[in-house]
């Protein structure tokens, strides 16, 4: 599986971006998409994810902010955020698992896309 984002940006404290991740190849064995981000200094953390049926988990500190959509026909999924705040600032990653009948998931990832976040 190949994933390429898109739509990160800089955008004022208070303000909304959606980043976008596009799937191509074995999309029919994901399983599980999402999206962590690694900001300056420290460790790459999860930001949430969605299942293949449409469940979802977030981190607290996005929690009520971020939405996780994903289009299954498209094989795309969302990360839509609202009131951005100075320490959202960070490189978003998407990743999908996929399942080849190995009994575990094989993790792909995106190139990832910057979003700054301006005080």
């Known amino acids: 599986v190949q994933l390429v984002e898109s739509g990160g940006g800089l955008v004022q404290a208070g303000g909304s971006l959606t980043l976008s991740c596009a799937a191509s190849?074995?999309?029919?064995?994901?399983?599980?998409m999402g999206w962590y981000r690694q900001a300056p200094g420290k460790q790459r953390e999860l930001v949430g994810a969605i299942t293949s049926g449409g469940s979802t988990n977030y981190v607290d500190s996005v929690k009520g902010r971020f939405t996780i959509s994903r289009d299954v026909a498209k094989n795309t999924v969302y990360l839509q955020m609202n009131s951005l705040k100075f320490e959202d600032t960070a490189v978003y990653y998407c990743y999908a698992d996929t399942y080849y009948g190995l009994g575990y998931p094989v993790r792909s990832w995106g190139q990832g896309t910057q979003v700054t976040v301006s005080s």
């Open positions: 190849g074995s999309t029919f064995n994901i399983n599980v």
